[in-house]
């Protein structure tokens, strides 16, 4: 069974940092792309960023980038998600998904989500 687990969520001062965490199970974790996606209230869900299993490629959306950070360590099936200079903008459940097939093109199973909630 596919599980996939976030944990690493949380409440923090504008400013500050979280590390998001991904463990995932249930599947050749090496095969897959992992994706981070999150959902604030009333608004519709976004890709954020995606690492690619097959050259280690990495993705950010717009108004992620240069403040977070996506990595892998495969010896723990664990795709993490350092997030610095949080904005209360970046308040959302955060997502971690499984893309089908090794590349961020389309994601298959998904994760509980975490709560991020940045104050200002």
């Known amino acids: 069974e596919v599980q996939l687990v976030e944990s690493g969520g949380g409440l923090v001062q504008a400013g500050g940092s979280l590390r998001l965490s991904c463990a995932a199970s249930g599947f050749t974790f090496d095969d897959y792309a992992i994706g981070w996606f999150r959902q604030a209230p009333g608004k519709e869900r976004e890709g954020v960023s995606c690492?690619?299993?097959?050259?280690?490629?990495?993705y950010y959306a717009d108004s992620v980038k240069g403040r977070f950070t996506i990595s892998s360590d495969n010896a723990k099936n664990t795709v993490y998600l350092q997030m610095n200079s949080l904005k209360p903008e970046d308040t959302a459940v955060y997502y971690c998904?499984?893309?089908?097939?090794?590349?961020?093109?389309?994601?298959?199973?998904w994760g509980q989500g975490t709560q991020v909630t940045v104050s200002s």
């Open positions: 690492i690619s299993s097959s050259d280690g490629s990495t």
């Open positions: 998904a499984a893309g089908i097939g090794s590349y961020c093109l389309d994601f298959g199973s």
